[in-house]
């Protein structure tokens, strides 16, 4: 399975209590972090030092069978106006690419900010530049799943259109 949108990966994943991961998918690293069972909250995991696509993937799916994930949440970053740049299109390539390997489903989720959210929550907790460095990829990633997450939430409170 390829791209879906947010509402489609509620459906697949509401046959059977799955996992998501999110991914903030940068040019050096790929943060993750993971939901719990049943949907509520995004955990920052690990990051991925980017090397190859190949050693990038395989690390990748290999966390998701070991935590049992049903489906990926992938921030995509657009440009504040909304418009999509260079960026946001190795996003796209990049799960052309991945869905050639895995039939999970993939959703995106808007990062506009992310980052710059989690860095201020950093800040103001203290952290030394190092340490920041260190975690702002997977608590990026955690950021933009929560947000996913969240949604969903509300999506299934509204019920089946009429």
Request: contains cysteine.
């Amino acid at each position: 399975m390829a791209l879906v949108d947010l509402s489609e990966l509620a459906a697949v994943l509401a046959t059977r209590r799955y996992r998501l991961l999110g991914l903030d998918l940068g040019t050096k690293t790929i943060g993750l972090a993971i939901s719990d069972g049943l949907g509520l909250s995004a955990t920052p995991v690990e990051t991925i030092r980017r090397t190859k696509f190949t050693a990038d993937v395989e690390a990748l799916l290999k966390l998701c069978k070991a935590r049992e994930v049903g489906g990926l949440v992938i921030g995509l970053p657009v440009n504040m106006d909304g418009s999509e740049g260079p960026r946001a299109q190795s996003t796209r390539t990049f799960i052309d690419n991945l869905s050639e390997k895995t039939a999970l489903p993939m959703a995106l989720w808007d990062e506009r900010l992310s980052t710059v959210a989690v860095t201020r929550l950093m800040l103001e907790a203290d952290l030394s530049r190092a340490r920041r460095a260190e975690i702002v990829d997977k608590m990026a990633a955690a950021y933009i799943l929560q947000g996913a997450l969240e949604r969903l939430r509300a999506l299934a409170a509204r019920g089946p259109e009429l």
